[in-house]
């Protein structure tokens, strides 16, 4: 008796419904997922309706111009970084005095970073009074 061999079957996957099960999950991720704006809140500055305070005869008025420049009472600095801010005000103050009132002007179109810029250089200079102008409401 003559038995036939048995052809032995290919072994493969069949991978077609494996990848349509990871597309749809590629699919309800991108559909479920939510993704965030990067979004800017429009802020409103406050303008100050108060008496105007007296004026000191010390002290010292730091201006910042829209464009961002300093100017140390009434003199504008050559440079308009941190360095030539620090080293004007230092010299107006002395070795060992106790720091003036330190009124700082900005501008409405000055950076922020300007503005804090000054405020840092103070604290770290010791200037512990800081006053900061504003302008009266125009009415609008």
């Known amino acids: 008796m003559r038995f036939r061999r048995q052809r ?5 996957i ?14 309800f991720f991108m559909v479920a997922t939510t993704f965030t704006r ?11 309706d108060g008496q105007a305070a007296t004026a000191d005869v010390e002290g010292i008025e730091v201006v910042v111009t829209a464009n ?8 504008t600095l050559p440079q308009s970084d941190r360095g030539a801010l620090r080293n004007a ?3 107006h103050v002395q070795e060992g ?23 840092d250089v103070a604290g770290q200079l010791g200037f512990t009074r800081l006053r900061i102008t504003t302008q009266e ?4």
Do not use: C, K
């Open 8 to 12: 032995a079957d290919e072994v493969s």
């Open 14 to 27: 069949n991978l077609t419904p494996l990848i349509d099960v990871v597309f749809l999950l590629l699919i």
């Open 38 to 48: 990067e979004t800017r809140l429009g802020v409103i500055l406050p303008e100050a």
């Open 68 to 75: 961002g420049q300093y100017r140390l009472d009434g003199e």
């Open 89 to 91: 005000l230092a010299r």
């Open 97 to 119: 005095a106790v720091p003036p009132a330190l009124t700082l002007t900005a501008d409405a179109e000055a950076s922020h970073q300007a503005v804090v810029w000054v405020m």
């Open 137 to 140: 409401p125009s009415g609008e």
